[in-house]
């Protein structure tokens, strides 16, 4: 008798090789992109479909210019960089409190917080050749992951037990939950939220932009509007 064929991806260059697969899907992901360096880090990178995506969050505290973002003054209209837990207002819901842990700690585990002037300053918030994703963007990437919280987000940092979030699949692209600082520089939901800027303003109100978010009550991707004073 025949023996039955196991699909899967059985290209071993691919980053979703399966060693047990015994016929081609057409699954595999081959990882054609090249990492990129800011600010003295190199930032690790995977293709999704036709772009390639940062698969951890930006730690920069320079432009792509090698200018300096400015930081202190959340609440000002002006560009700023932040790390979790520097300001007075703050909770931390994971195992680790990110709100009185080193700088460095929350750095490596998290990356750094950006305001939207940040995100729209004419310097460049991210490497030559890169740029903060737009909608439309993010909206492919949710097509090429699908909207399953298995294959968006890492369990391990999520506090809601009842989010119950299984092992995943290997797709590169495992959210933490780190939070986000609001307009007026408080900052809340470490292991309740994940959230990234898009470049794109709200066409409706001016002081709007849009950003996707991954929340613990709703572990989705869909796009969320955030407002700015």
């Not at 064929?5 to 060693?19: K, M, R, S």
């Not at 300001?87 to 195992?95: D, E, I, P, T």
């Not at 950006?114 to 993010?138: H, I, K, M």
């Not at 794109?200 to 109100?205: E, G, R, S, V, Y």
Request: with cysteine; charged share 20%; hydrophobic share 30%.
């Amino acid at each position: 008798c025949p023996e039955d064929e196991i699909g899967g991806c059985t290209d071993p260059e691919a980053e979703n090789f399966d060693q047990i697969a015994t016929e081609d899907d057409g699954s595999c992901m081959l990882n054609t992109c090249e990492s990129p360096t800011m600010d003295g880090y190199t930032y690790d990178v995977m293709q999704f479909g036709d772009l390639c995506w940062f698969t951890e969050n930006l730690r920069t505290s320079i432009y792509a210019n090698g200018e300096t973002i400015e930081s202190g003054d959340w609440s000002s209209e002006s560009p700023q960089v932040g790390v979790y837990g520097e300001a007075n207002n703050c909770n931390s819901c994971s195992g680790t409190n990110y709100c009185t842990a080193p700088t460095e700690t929350v750095i490596a585990e998290y990356g750094k917080l950006y305001n939207w002037f940040a995100v729209d300053d004419y310097r460049g918030l991210c490497p030559t050749g890169w740029e903060v994703p737009s909608a439309v963007q993010w909206a492919s990437l949710k097509d090429e992951i699908g909207n399953d919280a298995s294959n968006w987000l890492i369990p391990e940092g999520w506090n809601n037990a009842c989010l119950n979030v299984p092992a995943g699949t290997d797709l590169g692209f495992m959210s933490k939950p780190a939070g986000r600082r609001t307009s007026g520089g408080a900052v809340f939901d470490e292991g309740q939220e994940a959230s990234w800027w898009t470049k794109n303003l709200n066409p409706f109100f001016s002081n709007q932009a849009f950003f996707v978010q991954i929340h613990e009550v709703e572990p989705s991707a869909g796009l969320t509007l955030s407002g700015f004073d």
